[in-house]
């Protein structure tokens, strides 16, 4: 089955996911959940790292040359966006998740 490009979804596929993952993977505390979310969007290079996704799925290799840091650095800060459910990383390749979408189009614009 070929997995719907997130930045597809209308507002209710984006609210489905929300409910299904995001509510089930935040162990019952949506306060701290929200405040490392909010944490995590403080730092620029996630955010650039979130714009650089805007368009289309990169691998950590285009990320890192866009950025022009070291693979370790950017790597730090992909984990920081996967854990709080920015983006998902699948083999080599970064891609945001409904909530990265959500973020760009109603924070970053």
């Known amino acids: 089955m070929h997995k719907k490009d997130c930045r597809e979804m209308n507002d209710e596929e984006i609210e489905y996911w929300r409910i299904n993952v995001l509510e089930k993977n ?4 949506s306060t701290e959940w929200h405040r490392r979310a909010l944490l995590t969007m403080q730092n620029p290079v996630r955010r650039e790292i979130l714009m650089l996704l805007k368009e289309k799925a990169l691998s950590i290799k285009e990320i890192t040359d866009n950025l022009e840091l ?3 650095i950017v790597q730090f800060h992909l984990q920081y966006l996967k854990l709080t459910y920015y983006i998902t990383i699948e083999e080599n390749i970064v891609d945001l998740t409904p909530f990265g979408v959500v973020y760009i189009k109603n924070v970053i614009r």
């Open 70 to 72: 070291d693979e370790k």
């Open 26 to 29: 935040i162990e019952g505390n």
